[in-house]
C-alpha cells in the first residue's frame, strides 16, 4: 500500500514563513503530479499549488508569488515553502499524489495525507 505523510504545519504570526514537507511510502512504481490543497473550516477544500512530474507548477491566484512548491522524484516528496503568510491561509494543508502502485493493476491513484493544521495569527 502507498501511504502519504505531511509535516511541518504550526502556529506563526501573520508576515511568517513556513515550510510544509509529504512523503510518499510503500509500493510506489510511479508518481506523477504532486499537489497541495487546504481546506479552511466550514469551506470547501481548494487547490494551492501543483508540480508536474517535469516540474511544471500552477499556484492560486491568492498564493502566486507568496508560496512556492517543489519536489524530489528520487525520494517521492513534495514540499510548500509559505512566505509572507496572512491570516487568511489558515487552513489544513493536504498533499495529493497521482501514484501508480506496484502492488496494485498499472492504473493512477489519487492519494491523499492525513492533513497538516496551519494558523497564521493577525
Known amino acids: 500500500q502507498v501511504h502519504l505523510v505531511e509535516s511541518g504545519g504550526d502556529f506563526v504570526q501573520a508576515g511568517g514563513s513556513l515550510r510544509l514537507s509529504c512523503a510518499a511510502s510503500?509500493?510506489?512504481?510511479?508518481?506523477?503530479?504532486m499537489g497541495w490543497y487546504r481546506q479552511a473550516p466550514g469551506k470547501q477544500r481548494d487547490l494551492v499549488a501543483t508540480?508536474?512530474?517535469?516540474?511544471?507548477?500552477t499556484y492560486a491566484d491568492s498564493v502566486k508569488g507568496r508560496f512556492t512548491i517543489s519536489r524530489d522524484n528520487a525520494k517521492s516528496t513534495v514540499v510548500l515553502q509559505m512566505n509572507s503568510l496572512k491570516p487568511e491561509d489558515t487552513a489544513v494543508y493536504y498533499c495529493?499524489?497521482?501514484?501508480?502502485?506496484?502492488?496494485?493493476?498499472?492504473?493512477?491513484?489519487?492519494?491523499w495525507g492525513q492533513g497538516t493544521q496551519v494558523t497564521v495569527s493577525s
Open positions: 510503500g509500493s510506489i512504481f510511479r508518481v506523477n503530479a
Open positions: 508540480i508536474t512530474s517535469y516540474g511544471s507548477t
Open positions: 495529493k499524489m497521482e501514484i501508480r502502485s506496484s502492488a496494485l493493476p498499472p492504473v493512477m491513484y489519487d492519494y
